[in-house]
T-cell receptor
Framework: EAGVAQSPRYKIIEKRQSVAFWCNPI?????LYWYQQILGQGPKLLIQ????????DSQLPKDRFSAERLKGVDSTLKIQPAKLEDSAVYLCASSSTGGEQFFGPGTRLTVL | DQQVKQNSPSLSVQEGRISILNCDYTNSMFDYFLWYKKYPAEGPTFLIS?????DKNEDGRFTVFLNKSAKHLSLHIVPSQPGDSAVYFC?????????????FGQGTTLQVKP
């Protein structure tokens, strides 16, 4: 079974630039999560999708972050414009309904 | 508001000995707890979980203990192996409402010395 795929693996941008991350969940998984992991901290949930609907986006900074999951499969997380404090690893995870979350390898973002 | 805390940033043990990683939580609504293991440049992988109706769950070398009255859980690894060296995250969930949202602790870096 293929795991959760994410790209790019690494990204370096200047502050105020835009960036997008892509996630392809495990086939058949209805639930998709985006987490932000700042160095020295645990992952923090940014947004959760059930199929293509948003279940929880309470921790998503909506003035600069946006996410979509078209057709209930792949998802894209965008930051526009980026700030220095957005430097982190962005993790995507997926699960079948009520099941264990499987994580992708993450995208390490550095904002200069 | 840190609802899940891992107060030890790091732990070093000798190969073959026991590793004990600790986790405290504050939200009494949490009723499902998990441990994840993370190697560098990889995503976290699920290790073991426990429901609040139990106080112990074992899986091979890994045992998780839950003390609900103290709002404390611990992960025991016996015997520890060098391949266990990784960052370990404790996570908690309130299954009522069942969105599956996990709240993670800060992580503990375990180093197992040969």
């Amino acid at each position: 079974e293929a795991g959760v795929a994410q790209s790019p693996r690494y990204k370096i941008i200047e502050k105020r630039q835009s960036v997008a991350f892509w996630c392809n969940p495990i086939s058949g998984h209805a639930t998709l999560y985006w987490y932000q992991q700042i160095l020295g901290q645990g992952p923090k949930l940014l947004i959760q999708f059930q199929n293509n609907g948003v279940v929880d986006d309470s921790q998503l900074p909506k003035d600069r972050f946006s996410a979509e999951r078209l057709k209930g499969v792949d998802s894209t997380l965008k930051i526009q414009p980026a700030k220095l404090e957005d430097s982190a690893v962005y993790l995507c995870a997926s699960s079948s309904t009520g099941g264990e979350q499987f994580f992708g390898p993450g995208t390490r973002l550095t904002v200069l | 508001d840190q609802q899940v805390k891992q107060n030890s940033p790091s732990l070093s043990v000798q190969e073959g000995r026991i590793s004990i990683l600790n986790c405290d939580y504050t939200n009494s609504m949490f009723d499902y707890f998990l441990w994840y293991k993370k190697y560098p440049a990889e995503g976290p992988t699920f290790l073991i979980s426990i429901s609040s109706i139990k106080d112990k769950n074992e899986d091979g070398r890994f045992t998780v203990f839950l003390n609900k009255s103290a709002k404390h859980l611990s992960l025991h690894i016996v015997p520890s192996q060098p391949g266990d060296s990784a960052v370990y995250f404790c996570a908690a969930s309130a299954t009522s409402g069942n969105t599956g949202k996990l709240i993670f602790g800060q992580g503990t870096t375990l180093q197992v010395k040969p």
